[in-house]
């Protein structure tokens, strides 16, 4: 079983839509949580941490269900330049360093 | 940005060479990250450095080795390269065990 899960995707929407996407993991003892942004032929790039409270950064919100091990990511108004692909990224902490595991990915076009 | 940056960004070779990607930063930050990406599979860990001359295998690090005789530079080395490390390599790098930082990433073609 793969440690993260995301939606397959792909998620097509006009601009102004709210999109939901969603990720699941496994290991229940992972300790932090992250939404990375990775466009076309680049890098990835840290949108925004999740907190178990939940936490907003203008229009994305992000959400933390421990019970469920579930993430959510939220894209209110969306934009043309918010077509990317959203990975969902695990910290499980080790003896000597904390290991990253990443969902496939999960694709957004916006469009006009 | 993290100052990060992957040296060659594009390389084919052949099957049987040597091949070494280099990464450098400019942050000072203690941890680096050698990832590869491939489609169907997130990005995987090949190997990663906790400081200069400590470096430890991830998930998928069969047939690669690495060094790290400076904390700005992580080389990653493909000592005899295969058609299936044809991929898209990331560095990463982190001043924590938390959040980490990528590099523009290279892309290699072994044919």
């Known amino acids: 079983r793969k440690e993260v899960e995301q939606d397959p995707g792909p998620f097509n929407v006009p601009e102004g839509a709210t999109v939901a996407f969603n990720c699941t993991y496994s290991n229940s003892a992972s300790q932090s949580f992250f939404w990375y942004r990775q466009d076309c032929r680049k890098e990835p790039k840290l949108l925004m941490s999740v907190y178990s409270s939940g936490n907003e950064d203008g229009r994305f919100t992000a959400q933390l269900n421990r019970a469920s091990q579930y993430i959510s990511l939220l894209i209110r108004d969306s934009k043309l330049s918010d077509s990317a692909t959203y990975l969902c990224v695990v910290l499980d902490r080790g003896s000597t360093l904390g290991r990253l595991y990443f969902g496939r990915g999960t694709q957004l076009t916006v469009w006009p | 940005d993290a100052g990060i940056t992957q040296s060659p960004r594009h390389k084919v070779t052949e099957t049987g060479t040597p091949v070494t990607l280099r990464c450098h930063q400019t942050?000072?930050?203690?941890?680096m990250y050698w990832y590869r990406q491939d489609p169907g599979h997130g990005l995987r860990l090949i190997h990663y450095s906790y400081g200069v001359k400590d470096t430890d295998k991830g998930e998928v690090s069969d047939g690669y080795s690495v060094s790290r005789s400076k904390t700005e530079d992580f080389l990653l080395t493909l000592e005899s390269a295969t058609s299936s490390q044809t991929s898209v390599y990331f560095c990463?790098?982190?001043?924590?065990?938390?959040?980490?930082?990528f590099g523009p990433g290279t892309r290699l073609t072994v044919l």
């Open positions: 942050e000072n930050h203690r941890y």
């Open positions: 990463a790098i982190s001043s924590s065990t938390d959040t980490q930082y």
